[in-house]
T-cell receptor, first 114, second 111 residues
Framework: EAGVAQSPRYKIIEKRQSVAFWCNPI?????LYWYQQILGQGPKLLIQ????????DSQLPKDRFSAERLKGVDSTLKIQPAKLEDSAVYLC????????????FGPGTRLTVT | QKEVEQNSGPLSVPEGAIASLNCTYS??????FFWYRQYSGKSPELIMF????GDKEDGRFTAQLNKASQYVSLLIRDSQPSDSATYLC???????????FGAGTTVTVRA
């Protein structure tokens, strides 16, 4: 079974630029999560999708971050404009159903904002 | 008060010893508890979950839960160098579906 795919793996941008990350969850997984993990901290949930609907985006900075999951499969997370404090690893995870025990994480995208 | 707190590391143990990791949580509505292992530069992977008070054993790993004390721990017996990683405690409430993670405890097993 193929795992969660993410791209790019690394990205370096200057502040005020925009960036987009892509995630392809495990086939058939209905729930998709985007996390931000700042160095030395645990992952923080940014947004959770159930199929193509948003379940929780309470911690998403909506003035600069946006996410979508068209057709309930792939998802993109965008930051516009980026700030220095957005430097982090962005992790995508998926789960077969809402509330399931295990979330399967992708390899992450390491973003550096200079 | 942070939602999930873990004992500060790093924790250094000799090979073959027991590594003990602690986690406390603030919300009494929390129902499910998870331990993830994260190797440096890698993504988290689930190693244990527990939702009933008491102990749960899986190989060299034992999770312990005490809901009255709002405390969950992970014991790693016969620690191996391959256990060197950051261990993340995560907590889920039944009322929602998100995981709240602690900051992690870094374990180093000395050969």
């Amino acid at each position: 079974e193929a795992g969660v795919a993410q791209s790019p793996r690394y990205k370096i941008i200057e502040k005020r630029q925009s960036v987009a990350f892509w995630c392809n969850p495990i086939s058939g997984h209905a729930t998709l999560y985007w996390y931000q993990q700042i160095l030395g901290q645990g992952p923080k949930l940014l947004i959770q999708f159930q199929n193509n609907g948003v379940v929780d985006d309470s911690q998403l900075p909506k003035d600069r971050f946006s996410a979508e999951r068209l057709k309930g499969v792939d998802s993109t997370l965008k930051i516009q404009p980026a700030k220095l404090e957005d430097s982090a690893v962005y992790l995508c995870a998926s789960n077969p159903n809402v509330g399931g025990y295990e979330q399967y994480f992708g390899p992450g995208t390491r973003l550096t904002v200079t | 008060q942070k939602e999930v707190e873990q004992n500060s590391g790093p924790l250094s143990v000799p090979e073959g010893a027991i590594a003990s990791l602690n986690c406390t949580y603030s919300d009494r509505g929390s129902q499910s508890f998870f331990w993830y292992r994260q190797y440096s530069g890698k993504s988290p992977e689930l190693i244990m979950f527990i939702y009933s008070n008491g102990d749960k054993e899986d190989g060299r790993f034992t999770a312990q839960l005490n809901k009255a004390s709002q405390y969950v721990s992970l014991l790693i017996r016969d620690s191996q160098p391959s256990d060197s990683a950051t261990y993340l405690c995560a907590v889920k409430k039944n009322s929602d579906y998100k995981l709240s993670f602690g900051a992690g405890t870094t374990v180093t097993v000395r050969a």
